[in-house]
């Protein structure tokens, strides 16, 4: 059964209005910025194709009305919500969508959240979320592990020989690559930014006409040392 068809609201609690506005304090440092907004555009360009995922940083989930008058459960640093409408969403509230929790959560580690990140909001997203992958990474100190549910309980992912964890939810592993946290292939390829195709794009173009160049510059000389020879080269 899934998580949306296990949320059966009372039917005498009165929700709040569902257009509630996220309310989270800004990230730690510029590294936790770069960090998640890297999640966020890197899976929307690999989904690009895809309408049906929510992915957000920073964004306040509000899975209870009481919830709202607490301040110990802030939104995920990242998370990600599949079989969803893809739009804007000025806050993730749950009794407004089907009933649905984050597939995955990523939280960024800082001096200031990483004893509620490693305590109270892993038993959050285990025991009310019930998120299937949990994973944190620490920007500064790069250390990173992930978590599966399996019974009710988070297990470790074991990493593979490359040292990437492999996340079922979004068929892709993560792992660190040159300090900040990636997406890797099945077949443990990085997945390259949109700046990186770019780029990539860039240079093949640029090749692309230096080769072309070089050819149009060896059919002229081609051409030049064929008139010295007294041969026409528009004849051939």
Same mark, same amino acid.
């Given at each position: ?5 296990? #949320?059966?609201?009372?039917?005498? /609690? ?5 257009? +509630? ?5 800004? +990230? ?25 995922? #929510? ?5 306040? /989930? ?42 995955? /959560? ?43 549910? +399996? ?32 997406? #890797? ?36 000389? +081609? ?14």
């Amino acid at each position: 059964m899934s998580i949306a068809q296990d #949320f059966e609201p009372p039917k005498d /609690i009165k929700f709040p209005p569902g257009d +509630l506005e996220s309310n989270e304090p800004p +990230l730690e440092t510029y590294l936790h910025l770069q960090q998640m907004l890297l999640l966020i555009k890197c899976l929307d360009w690999w989904w690009r194709d895809h309408n049906n995922f #929510f992915a957000a940083g920073n964004l306040s /989930i509000y899975y209870s009305p009481h919830q709202r008058k607490s301040e110990d459960c802030r939104g995920p640093d990242f998370f990600v919500v599949l079989d969803t409408e893809r739009r804007p969403r000025d806050s993730w509230v749950v009794w407004e969508e089907d009933g649905k929790y984050p597939n995955l /959560i990523i939280e960024l580690l800082s001096k200031s959240t990483v004893v509620t990140d490693k305590g109270l909001k892993k038993q959050i997203y285990q025991d009310i979320f019930r998120t299937p992958e949990y994973f944190w990474f620490d920007p500064k100190n790069l250390e990173f592990a992930g978590f599966i549910l +399996l019974g009710g309980t988070y297990q470790p992912i074991e990493p593979n020989p490359q040292g990437l964890l492999w996340s079922q939810q979004l068929s892709l592993y993560l792992g660190v690559h040159e300090d900040q946290l990636r997406y #890797f292939s099945a077949e443990g390829q990085l997945m390259p930014t949109p700046e990186e195709i770019a780029q990539w794009e860039a240079e093949h173009a640029k090749q692309e006409r230096q080769r072309a160049e070089q050819e149009t510059q060896r059919a002229e000389r +081609l051409a030049a040392k064929l008139r010295e020879l007294g041969i026409d080269p528009d004849t051939i």
